[in-house]
Each structure stands twice: as C-alpha cells, then as structure tokens.
C-alpha cells in the first residue's frame, strides 16, 4: 500500500490507537506522526492476494496464522505499520488490533512505497526479534527480493523460472505463483514464451 498524506501533528501511542479504531482510511503511525494509506493497485492487491492464499492454503490446522494488510504491526521501534502480509506463529495477544511476533514481513513495492520498504523499514522489521524473513516485491516488473535471518539479512533475488523457499514456514513457491494474473512487461513475455512451447 502506499504511504500518502503526511499529518504533521505529534500524537501519543494511544491517541493513534483510539483514532485509528474509528478512521475511515488506515494510517500508519511513525516516530508521532500519522501517514494515510493510499489505495492498491490491481497489481498489488493480485500480489498480496496471491502471497496470502498460497500462506494460509499451506498453513491450514497449524499453529501459524498469515494476516492480511488490514492487520498492524507494531514494530521494536514503537511503529505501527501495514504490511502486506505477514505470518505470526507465537502466541501475540498484547492487543487484539496489532500483532508484534511476526516471522515473515511481505512488502509489495511501488514507486512512492520504495524508499520506506527498502530502508525505513528494513531496519525497523530486522530488529523485530522473532522475524526470519523479509520479503520485497515488485510490481511493476517480476523481482522479488528475500532477506533472511539466517543468512545475515543479505538480500537474495528471485526472477521468473525459479523458485523461493521460504525458510520461516517451510513453504516453497514458484516466482510464477506470486505473480499469477499479475499484468506488467516481464509477465507478458513470459506468458507468451510459455504459450509458444
């Protein structure tokens, strides 16, 4: 989702909370500041869509439980974002509106989106203690990027014709699955090379 309207009015934790709980759009909440939440794209809502059918399909009768992007998160630095997905397996009932024990943190990119998911909150997300992997993608062209605990939080990159293994919930998916229906460049020319063989 994309981070819109910057209300420059420092408020409390809870403040945000109450007024959260009544807003007719979401906000995210940031060092005292509120940000609106802008609406997705159709490429973004076929990716988290995608992501949070193929979790939940393969997390069926576990004890780990995938959340959609209308579930905050709040983050070790005392944030609360929006991410679009996210994977909580930890009992986490400190509040029943925000989670703080995620595994995996998924974030679909767009342009006004990008600096926020790739810096700002890659060290806010990090530095929660439970996560084991956060996972960058894009939409407008097929690149999806895995930082991984396990291997110091360096960044791996997948394309099309190949296939992530998300470590976290023992899942693997092919590059393909995630952007099913998904309409940009690189897809069109997969499609048809595919549909050519």
Avoid at 17 to 41: C, F, P, Q, R, W
Avoid at 96 to 122: C, G
Avoid at 168 to 179: A, F, G, K, N, R
Wanted: with cysteine; charged share 35%.
């Amino acid at each position: 989702m994309s981070t819109a309207i910057k209300q420059n009015n420092f408020i409390t934790e809870k403040e945000y909370l109450e007024e959260e709980s009544t807003a007719d759009i979401k906000h995210e909440y940031v060092d005292g500041n509120i940000y609106a939440m802008a609406g997705a794209s159709d490429n973004h809502d076929y990716i988290s869509g995608n992501v949070y059918r193929k979790f939940g399909n393969h997390l069926e009768g576990a004890p780990c439980r995938p959340f959609t992007s209308d579930k905050k998160l709040k983050t070790s630095k005392g944030n609360f974002r929006y991410p679009d997905c996210m994977v909580i397996c930890d009992k986490d009932d400190e509040d029943k509106y925000y989670k703080t024990k995620p595994i995996i943190l998924i974030e679909v990119l767009s342009h006004s989106t990008r600096k926020a998911d790739e810096k700002d909150k890659y060290l806010e997300y990090i530095n929660i203690p439970t996560l084991k992997e956060y996972v960058l993608i894009e939409q407008d062209y097929v690149d999806i990027t895995v930082y991984r605990k396990s291997d110091s939080w360096r960044s791996t990159h997948y394309f099309l014709d190949e296939e992530i293994f998300f470590e976290s919930i023992d899942l693997t998916l092919s590059v393909e699955e995630i952007y099913d229906r998904v309409e940009n460049e690189d897809m069109a020319k997969f499609l048809k090379r595919k549909n050519e063989l």
